[in-house]
């Protein structure tokens, strides 16, 4: 069963606008990251927003997390074209037994 | 620092042969993954290790082997391949578990 799950699965954007992207999970979370993947790349990592954090900044990029409704969002600002890829969330499950998991991913494109 | 690296690069297999991906990293991170990626699946967990000596088992990982004899390498065997385990895999690694992961460039695998 998918722990987290990203939406939209993808998004069509102009330069210049913002975009943002949902992530839903299932169980409760020690904390939660979102990746990038530019086409036939490793995955990079954005940020990792804790179960007692609400709100992360890095550059462009917000991060929210509302532990009550399972989901976070990763909105970014002023989109460019080179911001072009995948986006993943990946979840860290309290139970021990349980590793990251990761979502299938939305597909952003920045059109210039 | 060369980060993860993994090699190859791509490979091509027939059914039923046997082969090893190489993964290495040079951060001295305790905790390395294997994933694989499919479309529209996001990435899953096939094996990981939490220190030099010890692995464990993610959610695919039959037909896949592991070793960590050092803190640096973490192979992945694929013991005989099916067509099923044509994917993108990914090694990843990280200071601690449930911290930022660092990922690899990838290998392509086809088997036919």
């Known amino acids: 069963s998918q722990q987290g799950e990203e939406d939209p699965q993808a998004l069509s954007i102009q330069e210049g606008e913002n975009a943002t992207m949902n992530c839903s999970y299932k169980?409760?979370?020690?904390?939660l990251q979102w990746y990038r993947q530019n086409s036939g790349r490793g995955l990079v990592h954005l940020i990792l927003i804790r179960s007692n954090e609400r709100e992360k900044h890095s550059g462009r990029l917000r991060v929210t997390l509302d532990t009550s409704k399972k989901s976070s969002s990763l909105l970014i600002t002023a989109s460019r074209a080179a911001d072009t890829a995948s986006y993943f969330c990946a979840t860290d499950p309290k139970t021990s037994y349980d590793k990251v998991i990761f979502g299938p991913g939305t597909s952003l494109s920045v059109i210039p | 620092n060369a980060g993860v690296t993994q090699t190859p690069k791509f490979q091509v297999l027939k059914t039923g042969q046997s082969m090893t991906l190489q993964c290495a990293q040079d951060m001295n991170h305790e905790y390395m993954s294997w994933y694989r990626q499919d479309p529209g699946m996001g990435l899953r967990l096939i094996h990981y290790?939490?220190?030099?000596?010890?692995?464990d088992q993610g959610e695919v990982p039959n037909g896949y082997n592991v070793s960590r004899s050092t803190t640096e390498d973490f192979p992945l065997r694929l013991l005989s391949a099916a067509p099923s385990q044509t994917s993108v895999y990914f090694c990843?690694?990280?200071?601690?578990?449930?911290?930022?992961?660092?990922f690899g460039p990838g290998t392509r695998l086809l088997v036919l």
């Open positions: 290790s939490v220190g030099a000596g010890i692995t």
């Open positions: 990843a690694s990280s200071l601690r578990d449930q911290e930022t992961q660092y």
């Open positions: 169980t409760s979370i020690n904390n």
